[in-house]
């Protein structure tokens, strides 16, 4: 809401997103992919229309709904990291965990840092982690509560080219092994390309759905159902 | 060098130009604190100057001559007629009953001559000349009384009432004496009558205490101060026995100006409490600032800014605000003296001249100034000693130097600066220099206490619960709000707990030590030849017991170890000792000998006149440095009597019965004029039949209530406590606003732990509890030192100013202590909740 009336950033989109798939993301600044990626995870509610994630209504819930439901079903990892300062890395990895009372929440922690390489920086703050450093503890927290769901909203926007590069490649491979459905928001079709499918996005409406260069023959439940204003 | 300053200058004054903002706490608690300095300062002057022009009305007279228990005589009245023109007043406490009606009251009888009043009018109403007003018709005489006294009498304008052997018509409502100064303490309503009325009514009898004013107005060639000072040198070259207390008119009142002194200097101490108390307000919006101004200040150091320049710059905009704060508040506290003079009007026993004076707008002013400045540095130092590169990264990883040894040294003497300024300005030094030593206490302990929490929450084993684990990260991540809590919340929780403690204190007092040893009556002005019968009748009565009855003669100490006594150097404590008559008995009293803790009471047949002895207060020979052996003169009525110190007794002072500073040995005073003092415990439901009794046959003898007396003096405790309340609100006030200012500086991180968390599939709740632990650790944090703290000081007010004993009621410390840190405690919760309803998608888009 602006303070001339409503803005329509989202205009009739409609997406279904398989298990196990990877969608990029596409779009023009202001073309609405943040604003869909935060309607996916529950973090904001369409105006209208719903998100449906493994048949449960996404944008019925409460605030509070919404959180429980992210708890082991979404992992998100952000352009900015957004890693609690005052919290270890293990710390910071094991807190989705704890949520979801998960036993063990520090040794699980420990393998998801050591599954990103950073089992040397377990009880490093996040200001004495490098900038890709900082981005493979928020990978490694997203992926921790081992979730159905993983959003990656610009993950390699503060990172150069080649940590970027790495982070990406360690994002895919650990989402196809553990299965995961990843929805990548990216402005860099590249990078989108790799996806299984590639959903343009321009003023708030889908504008085209191709193929990625993905190889394996994506699963047929849908894992995310969007349609949202 | 200079050139870098001008530049610093001219950025800080761009800077300004455009505007600042998050400034209001700093600017709030400066103009608090600077307007209540600045306002207690102007009412004070206010005061002071209507008090010294209006020294002659004041007085009565350009000089007055106090005697007690004695007139002059014909030579010294003859003396002093033939140098001015006099009028002489009488002042006693007596017993009036209402004819008709069985009611007696104890009133405060003031008989006048007809010269009275020399300066200024009598307000009487129905208005009508003073003479006509006490004239006798038909063998009543006419008396002017306060309002109060129909109501304790249940009589009206027109009735009747006896005052020993004379009758008195009440004519009119005495609404103003020019020379009455401030009501303080009295026993009973005023009463005017005249002096021929006083002498009717019989009361005039050897040794009762009646105190003779003479006053004088001088002739035009001698009423300067000069000619003042030596009129009163030649009265007492020409009568060097007389024992009379001159007074000039420049210190009329010095009992009400000595009270308006105390209470500036307590009530600009309160101010300087606040304004102290605003300086963490003022340290934490300049580090806030700062925080904000990070980035720039790397930007202006990567383009060739200096360290040295950082600084000059960031001080100038931070003094500039400074300025107009302490501007502000020198506006509004020049306005409280105009609206205090709303309030005050009516009250006051004289005008007082409202006015802006210079004095407390400059030291207002200074005490502003001083203290945005020692608050200021340290965060100013700091910010200009980081590097550029470390400062891009100080959210995350804080520098923990100390500033350049400089910049500590600066800090530090800005604030003994400020502690000197505060023990210089203050008319009670002892108080300001306790103040002083207090403040530096209290801050060394809450600073000790945030840094220790910090350092505990930093080092103690990383609890497992995730929730823990963030509330106690919460208090040492940088910038966490912790020190600026825990100095703010705890002075706040200080002050109201030492406030509580002090009433709780005051009120077991009154109820548990003085009601047990306490008699129910003093019987003043038995003459030597009613003693006997007045023991007899009190004899009579059932439920009457502990009948003490003492002689009791009025003297002045006038001399100690050979120094006259305004010449002897005493401590402010014992001071009151010699400032006038004080009561002393003779003989063997009851219970006087076990007193002794030095020296050895006189054998019990002891006379011998021609070497008195003096039993002396021990507390009191302690201030005046006297001891046993020491020599003392004391002049009683007229006469001179010198005295060696036999012993010294342990007097308590507190417990309301028959206390004597001297005893003096007998055969000395035996036959002076004078008067027995009695006191008796009587049960409640004889009280008034005993009263009855002994005003019906003694109508000379005053009776004074205990009980009454001791609620009267417990109102006006509970009014100076309420006093204290009030001025102790601005404190408050801006400890609330640096609390709240020290919140909103740890809301942003707030914000953003929140929203991470909601991320990761925290519920609101879950965060909550978060907070709630945090702000309980805060709470309790401040809550402890605050109750150690405030016991300290509540038990240095009982011991010092209050001179009574001390018990913590830990009952109210609880609640208060507790109450206050849940109250403050909610509030940070109230203003947190807001972080928790934003939506994630809002921060996570512009973090």
Same mark, same amino acid.
């Given at each position: 809401m602006s303070q001339a009336g409503p803005v329509n950033i989202l205009n009739g989109i409609e997406l279904v997103i398989r298990q196990g798939e990877a969608v990029g993301l596409v779009g023009p600044s202001g073309s609405g992919k943040s604003t869909l990626l935060m309607v996916m995870t529950g973090l904001e509610r369409p105006t209208s229309g719903k998100v449906t994630v493994k048949a449960q209504e996404l944008s019925a819930f409460s605030e509070d709904e919404s959180a429980r439901f992210r708890r082991g079903n979404v992992g998100i990892v952000f352009q900015s990291f957004h890693l609690i300062p005052t919290m270890t890395a293990l710390e910071n990895v094991a807190v989705p965990l704890e949520l979801a009372l998960a036993p063990n929440a520090f040794e699980r922690a420990k393998e998801e840092l050591e599954a990103v390489g950073l089992g040397h920086r377990l009880e490093h703050y996040p200001s004495q982690l490098s900038g890709g450093e900082q981005q493979r503890v928020a990978l490694a927290r997203a992926l921790a509560p081992k979730p159905s769901l993983l959003f990656a909203d610009e993950p390699t926007g503060n990172l150069d080219g080649r940590t970027g590069a790495e982070i990406i490649e360690m994002m895919f491979k650990l989402q196809r092994e553990r299965g995961s459905t990843l929805i990548l928001v990216t402005h860099d079709e590249t990078l989108a390309r790799r996806c299984d499918r590639i959903v343009k996005l321009r003023d708030g409406h889908i504008e085209s759905i191709e193929d990625g260069a993905h190889e394996e023959a994506a699963p047929l439940d849908p894992a995310l159902v969007a349609v949202a204003e | 060098m200079t050139g870098q300053l001008v530049v610093a200058i001219r950025l800080a004054r761009r800077e300004l130009l455009?505007?600042?903002?998050?400034?209001?706490?700093?600017?709030?608690?400066?103009?608090?604190?600077?307007?209540?300095?600045?306002?207690?300062?102007?009412?004070?002057?206010?005061?002071?100057?209507?008090?010294?022009?209006?020294?002659?009305?004041?007085?009565?007279?350009?000089?007055? !001559?106090? !005697?007690?228990?004695?007139?002059?005589?014909?030579?010294?009245?003859?003396?002093?007629?033939?140098?001015?023109?006099?009028?002489?007043?009488?002042?006693?406490?007596?017993?009036?009953?209402? !004819?008709?009606?069985?009611?007696?009251?104890?009133?405060?009888?003031?008989?006048?001559?007809?010269?009275?009043p020399l300066y200024g009018v009598a307000d009487v109403s129905p208005r009508q000349p003073l003479g006509e007003l006490f004239a006798n018709r038909g063998g009543l005489f006419g008396a002017a009384v306060d309002e109060r006294l129909f109501a304790k009498l249940g009589v009206k304008e027109g009735g009747v009432v006896r005052i020993g052997n004379a009758m008195f018509e009440l004519r009119a409502v005495l609404k103003q004496e020019p020379d009455r100064v401030a009501g303080g303490f009295t026993l009973g309503p005023r009463m005017l009558i005249s002096e021929f009325a006083l002498r009717a009514t019989g009361l005039i009898q050897p040794g009762s205490l009646i105190n003779y004013s003479y006053r004088v107005a001088l002739p035009q060639e001698s009423e300067s101060r000069q000619g003042v000072t030596q009129w009163i040198e030649a009265a007492n070259k020409a009568f060097p026995k007389a024992g009379w207390q001159p007074r000039d008119r420049w210190n009329a009142a010095p009992g009400v100006r000595r009270f308006i002194q105390q209470v500036t200097a307590f009530l600009t101490l309160v101010g300087l409490t606040a304004l102290v108390v605003g300086g963490v307000g003022v340290a934490s919006a300049v580090q806030t600032y700062l925080d904000r101004r990070r980035d720039d200040i790397a930007t202006l150091k990567c383009i060739g800014a200096s360290g040295r320049f950082i600084f000059v710059m960031f001080l100038a905009e931070v003094m500039a605000l400074a300025l107009i704060g302490v501007a502000a508040g020198l506006v509004l506290g020049a306005v409280i003296p105009f609206v205090a003079q709303l309030a005050l009007s009516g009250i006051l026993p004289f005008e007082a001249e409202f006015g802006i004076y210079a004095q407390p707008m400059i030291s207002a002013a200074a005490f502003g100034l001083l203290t945005a400045l020692a608050f200021a540095i340290w965060p100013l130092a700091r910010a200009q000693e980081i590097s550029p590169a470390v400062m891009f990264r100080e959210l995350v990883a804080p520098s923990r130097r100390w500033p350049h040894w400089i910049y500590v040294g600066a800090t530090g003497l800005s604030f003994f600066a400020l502690a000197a300024l505060a023990i210089v300005l203050s008319t009670n030094v002892e108080l300001a220099g306790f103040f002083a030593a207090g403040a530096v206490v209290a801050f060394l302990l809450l600073r000790t206490t945030g840094w220790g929490m910090m350092w505990l929450a930093r080092n103690l084993p990383r609890p497992r619960v995730m929730m823990a684990r963030l509330a106690l990260s919460n208090l040492y991540r940088p910038g966490a709000p912790t020190p600026a809590v825990i100095m703010s919340l705890g002075l706040g929780l200080t002050l109201l707990a030492t406030i509580a403690l002090v009433d709780s204190n005051i009120r077991r007092i009154m109820r548990e030590e003085v009601p047990a040893e306490a008699p129910s009556f003093f019987f003043v002005d038995i003459?030597?030849?009613?003693?006997k019968p007045f023991e007899d009748l009190l004899g009579k009565y059932r439920g009457v017991s502990s009948v003490e009855m003492v002689p009791m003669v009025r003297g002045r100490i006038v001399n100690l170890k050979g120094v006259p006594s305004e010449k002897a150097v005493v401590s402010r404590d014992v001071k009151w000792a010699l400032s006038g008559d004080r009561g002393l008995t003779y003989g063997n009293p009851p219970g006087a000998r076990d007193q002794v803790i030095k020296g050895a009471w006189w054998p019990k047949d002891y006379k011998d006149k021609d070497a008195p002895l003096v039993s002396f207060a021990a507390d009191l020979a302690k201030g005046m440095a006297l001891d046993v052996g020491d020599m003392i003169t004391i002049n009683i009525l007229g006469r001179d009597i010198s005295m060696k110190i036999a012993n010294l007794r342990r007097v308590d002072f507190t417990n309301a019965r028959m206390n004597f500073i001297m005893v003096v040995s007998p055969g000395v005073l035996e036959n002076a004029p004078h008067a027995h003092l009695a006191t008796a415990r009587v049960s409640l439901d004889m009280e008034d039949e005993v009263e009855r009794a002994v005003s019906n046959t003694f109508p000379n003898v005053s009776v004074v209530r205990v009980r009454e007396t001791l609620e009267t003096a417990n109102g006006l405790l509970q009014q100076l406590a309420a006093g204290i309340r009030a001025a102790s609100f601005v404190t408050l006030l801006t400890g609330l606003l640096v609390l709240a200012g020290a919140l909103a500086a740890g809301h942003r991180h707030r914000l953003f732990d929140a929203v991470v968390l909601k991320v990761l599939g925290a519920t609101k709740g879950q965060v909550m509890t978060t907070y709630l632990i945090e702000f309980a650790v805060l709470g309790a944090g401040a809550g402890f030192v605050a109750a150690v703290l405030s016991i300290i000081a509540a038990w240095a007010i009982a011991a010092f100013l209050m001179e009574s004993t001390f018990q913590p009621s830990m009952g109210t410390l609880a609640a208060v202590v507790i109450g206050g840190a849940i109250a403050a405690m909610a509030l940070g919760i109230g203003a947190t909740w807001s972080a928790l309803s934003t939506p994630a998608a809002r921060t996570l888009r512009t973090a």
């Open positions: - | 455009r505007g600042l903002s998050g400034f209001r706490i700093f600017l709030a608690c400066l103009i608090l604190g600077v307007a209540s300095i600045a306002g207690v300062g102007s009412l004070s002057e206010a005061l002071l100057e209507g008090l010294s022009h209006q020294g002659r009305e004041l007085l009565g007279g350009d000089v007055e !001559l106090r !005697l007690t228990q004695r007139e002059m005589d014909k030579k010294e009245r003859a003396w002093v007629e033939a140098r001015g023109k006099v009028s002489m007043i009488a002042e006693l406490r007596a017993m009036a009953s209402a !004819l008709g009606r069985d009611a007696r009251t104890l009133v405060e009888l003031k008989a006048v001559d007809v010269r009275f003459q030597t030849n009613q003693a």
